[in-house]
């Protein structure tokens, strides 16, 4: 395992189809710098860009996937269904393929569990909640615009609400989660484990000015293994079979961040990570209508 290249390493949704182990992220990045990031990181061998229609940045992650010159078919591209376009999902996914200037999207999810009011931004709708929503998703991929289907920041209680649901068939591909050693949901995880869906973690290195940054078995590790903590980072979150999707506008951190081939952490290494006491979440559910996070994830 210690020459394991990560960079060409894909997991198995239950589609049968490979999502890539590391993509960017470009949630919060700002207008100009994310046509810049996604060709910087497409040029460095990413294949795997995550992008949403809430971002308000399709547009420039589609030009710089332009730009970057690599084949559309190399690329998996992950987007995803607003709240306020829950009872709208075929103006959504339109949206969001015109925007990114594509015929298809490797993964749409649903982005968070809240039919929110388009009116009424403080408002859940009175007649429709995200099983509405799944039922109209499903029909997607017949149609070729949308290869898989997942969900996102779903917990273990609103997955049994989805999965026990008559119109339910198709079972989420993927749930895309917040996940690093300070917020490592070991019960969802193992429940999507058993489910057969693949987690992707976001904010892995645990967002802006993260705190991980600073702690002290986190850069005693990297230190030893002449690595970053971010590289520490996402070697975790890998060595635990989800795929991690890094959000960077720097150059040499989207380089940085790719180099994790031909090293590993040892199974102690990853004890000492997972023993981090501390806990915090940088996506709370407090902006929404609904409560979405239960605290069974622990």
């Not at 591909?173 to 300070?182: F, G, T």
């Amino acid at each position: 395992m210690a020459s394991k290249q990560w960079t060409k390493t894909t997991f198995p949704l239950n589609t049968d189809a490979q999502i890539p182990a590391i993509g960017l992220g470009t949630w919060q990045s700002q207008p100009n710098e994310v046509r810049e990031a996604v060709k910087t990181a497409l040029l460095k061998g990413y294949r795997h860009i995550d992008t949403a229609l809430a971002y308000g940045n399709e547009n420039e992650v589609g030009q710089g996937i332009k730009d970057s010159g690599v084949p559309r078919e190399e690329i998996w591209i992950t987007t995803k269904l607003d709240n306020p376009w829950h009872k709208r999902v075929e103006e959504g996914i339109e949206s969001s393929l015109k925007s990114l200037g594509v015929d298809y999207v490797d993964l749409y999810l649903m982005h968070w569990p809240s039919s929110t009011d388009p009116t009424d931004l403080k408002k859940h709708l009175p007649d429709w909640d995200f099983r509405d929503t799944w039922a109209e998703m499903q029909k997607l991929p017949a149609s070729g615009r949308v290869k898989n289907i997942g969900v996102s920041n779903f917990a273990i209680k609103n997955l049994e609400k989805l999965l026990a649901d008559e119109r339910t068939k198709t079972v989420p591909a993927v749930n895309q989660i917040e996940l690093h050693p300070n917020c490592p949901s070991p019960k969802l995880l193992q429940y999507l484990k058993e489910k057969n869906i693949h987690a992707t973690a976001y904010s892995c290195l645990g967002s802006t000015d993260s705190p991980l940054y600073q702690n002290e078995t986190l850069k005693k590790l990297a230190a030893s293994k002449g690595k970053t903590v971010q590289q520490v980072l996402l070697m975790w979150g890998l060595q635990r079979g989800t795929s991690v999707i890094p959000k960077s506008v720097t150059a040499s951190r989207i380089e940085a961040n790719f180099e994790v081939d031909g090293w590993e952490l040892t199974d102690d290494e990853m004890k000492q990570i997972d023993a981090m006491p501390e806990r915090f979440k940088v996506c709370g559910d407090g902006w929404l209508p609904v409560k979405v996070f239960f605290g069974d994830d622990e």
